[in-house]
């Protein structure tokens, strides 16, 4: 995904050169990864030569929410977000990238020990884009991990933060090593949460199944939309509920969905093949969600896209 590093940079309200954003070795960031991020996708709409960014004004209240709840200065948290919604749109624009981008809206602290108070903290932020690579488009093979989701008396599911990520280090060892592409870990109740990066949906009997937020799972945008999409367009009834370890292996049908995974159909778990392999609802929303965001189809709300020409010059954003 990274194999491309941008000539520039967003960072805390400017567009830099990529090499000017630096933090010290002993700021708060670097030793304690005290930064929330997002990860949001500009799909470019080749017939209609713009990006549009998928759920923008979600992404940045969740990461407001995240800011809020690991006590970052209100105000200050507030002023760069507002600042980073224009940043994301000129970032596109400026970039000029004729291709589908992954950006990381991260907002950090770098001075304050553990700082919470205003006047002790300093807080930066930074905007990254990056050209996505090509789409995989085969099934996953995923193994369960032994290792747990974080519970929310830890550090809750609900808050991106950087530091929590080391939680899916071990895990994503775990499925390399097994010779899997990811990794499906359980909550502490031993029942499913997530992947490191995406919400885990089952069907069983044409009902699509996945955990509710108080299975230790991040409220995960796109698979608000894929419940949407599931429910409104394909008419196929969605049940959030706990999700024993033993029905993965009996579902008709997994697929995992998140901004950097999109929808993607899991072949195998534990090398147990999922189902008899036709995946025909996993297919279908797969299909619809690619579709809308390349602008072939209606979004499921009006809010969904927000276009940005590539060209600053263009003036249509
Ligand atoms: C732990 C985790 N779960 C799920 C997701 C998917 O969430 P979204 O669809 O909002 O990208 C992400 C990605 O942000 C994540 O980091």
New binding site residues.
């Given amino acids: 995904m990274y194999e491309v590093t941008p000539d520039l940079i967003w960072w805390n309200g400017d567009i830099v050169p990529w090499g000017e954003a630096t933090v010290h070795v002993t700021s708060e960031v670097a030793m304690r990864g005290t930064n929330v991020f997002e ?1 949001l996708r500009a799909y470019w709409q080749a017939g209609h030569e713009h990006h549009a960014v998928v759920h923008l004004d979600r992404h940045l209240a969740r990461l407001r929410q995240s800011a809020r709840l690991l006590r970052f200065p209100d105000a200050d948290a507030a002023e760069h977000i507002d600042r980073m919604r224009d940043g994301v749109l000129d970032l596109i624009a400026t970039l000029g990238h004729q291709g589908d981008l992954y950006l990381r809206p991260t907002l950090y602290i770098d001075e304050g020990r553990y700082g919470w108070r205003p006047g002790e903290v300093r807080l930066g932020s930074y905007i990254v884009g990056h050209p996505t690579g090509p789409r995989s488009t085969g099934p996953m093979a995923c193994i369960v991990s032994s290792w747990r989701r974080t519970p929310d008396q830890a550090i809750s ?1 609900l808050i ?1 933060v950087g530091a929590a990520y080391q939680a899916f280090r071990l895990p994503r060892i775990e499925a390399a090593l097994a010779g899997a592409d990811e990794a499906i870990l359980l909550n502490t109740h031993d029942t499913v949460a ?6 885990v949906f089952l069907v069983r009997d044409g009902i699509a199944v996945t955990p509710p937020l108080a299975d230790g ?2 409220d ?4 608000r939309t894929v419940i949407d999409l599931l429910r409104s367009r394909l008419g196929v009834p969605v049940v959030e509920r706990s999700i024993p370890r033993t029905e993965l292996y009996t579902a008709e049908e997994a697929f995992v ?4 995974d999109e929808v993607r159909l899991v072949g195998t778990i534990d090398g147990l093949p999922v189902g008899s392999g036709q995946q025909p609802v996993a297919q279908a929303v797969r299909e619809l969600y690619l579709s809308i965001c390349s602008g072939k189809d209606e979004p499921v709300d009006v809010d969904m896209l927000t276009a940005v020409r590539s060209s600053p010059l263009s003036g249509d954003r």
């Fill in positions: 990860g599911p991106k997530e992947t490191g990066g995406a919400a799972v991040l995960g945008i796109t698979r969905c998140g901004t950097l």
